[in-house]
């Protein structure tokens, strides 16, 4: 809009007589309208003064509305454009809103209806601006500008970051669900050399374990069935900048080998290739659970524990660090105010007391989440108590799968013959007996509800459902149904 805040109005129609209907209409509302008659026109107009939206003809000689559509968003994407016509027909709507139209009117339209449609679109446009602001703000603050809450255990992590980041080491990250580890992990990036270069993230237990090998390395046309093409991995698109490996701890241990080779000799074999690529990559890991304990039970390769945690950083649960709860909660309000478009800006007392007062098991997270939940649903300025206790009561009644699970006997040791096998090797197969077991005596306890299971294995949802998988616990299991 000018600077006197008028909404500007640029009407696009081969028909003089519908241009003076809508300056009519338009001026009469107190906007500033403009009137083109040609779409090469409204283009010309468009790039030297551009307006606040865009009232097109549909059908009109020459360039016709569809077209004009498509250059406009070529040139100006975020300007809104509303089409009109007197043709108009479901597929013809479908096919504008498809190339970027906010609305499509058939006339005759009531002069009500065309006014509410630019409003409208007028107050989304606003909304796009401003979440657009507050984004652009937050990336010149930066990823480390996020983390600086007042709390000592958040001071100390900040400083760890400014270090690390200087140098080229392999960072490990360690903390609970929700503790921010990839916000961490982007703040090294970009605090980073590397931070003009790709940062690529990848989730190591969402990957189904045939495919670890290819999606890490690529691979050549042909190298397995399927592979139609060639394909470059996550390192090949990390090159010369930074890969994150979100919960390493669920990578098969078959694969294990290979990524400890890319990291130690900077060098990976695509499947199916005969030949060695040099990459440049710096490789950042994280798990929610504790590594060196996986390593020592034999669950995660020692030798690669100790090659990613060349720096570990440890973050601390939100209830461990209490005074951060109001500044984020604030923080995440003041954003979805912006995003939602909702009046809720304050937090009164009671409401701060109720997030005070809760453990917050699903760590920055959760909160964020009961935040935005918060001000969507409420209509007021400010959220009280009463907006928030109903979305943690959700979360306490995981408390009644803890009583039922109290009545469920301990799995007893699993008994394993030796049969030659090495001492490591028997503590391993222990291990995975016993976890086994654990899954089966708490989806029991649930009747088979798998994330109430995973707040009862103190583990998150997506680890819960990876070792699903790998002990064949799947939903054809009486365990799990």
Known sequence: MDGNDTPRILAVDDSPANLKMLEAVFQAEGFATAAVESGEAALARIASDPPDVVLLDLRMPGMDGIETLDRLKTTAPQLPVIMLTAYGDIQ???????HGAEDFLIRPIQNDRVVLSVRQALERRKLRIEVESLRRMVDRQGYLARLMTPSAPMRELVDAIR???????????????????????????????RANMPFVAIDAGAIPEALVESELFGHEKGAFSGAVRRKDG???M???????????SNLPLASQPKLLRAIQERQIRPVGSSRATA?????IAASNANLQEHSARGLFRQDLYFRLA??????????????DILPLARAFLEEARVELKRPASLLTDSGARVLQAYHWPGNIRQLRNVMRRAALQSSRVAIEAADIEPMLSEENSGADTQAAASAVPRPAPPKIE?????????????????EKQAIVAALRATNGHKQKAARLLKTDYKTLFVKLKRYGLGHDSPAAG
């Open 92 to 98: 013809t709507a479908v096919q504008a809103i498809k």
């Open 163 to 193: 270090r690390v980041a200087a140098s080229n080491f392999t960072v490990l990250i360690q903390g609970e669900t929700g503790t921010g580890k990839e916000l961490v992990a982007r703040a090294i990036h970009q605090e980073s050399q």
């Open 234 to 236: 996550h390192f090949q």
């Open 238 to 248: 990390a090159n010369t900048g930074t890969l994150f490996l979100d919960e390493v």
């Open 279 to 283: 990459v440049d990559v710096r490789v």
């Open 310 to 323: 060349e720096f570990v950083i440890s973050l601390p649960p939100l209830r461990e660090r209490r005074e």
């Open 418 to 434: 030796p049969d030659g096998a090495s001492l490591r090797d028997i503590a391993k197969l222990a291990l995975e007996e016993a």
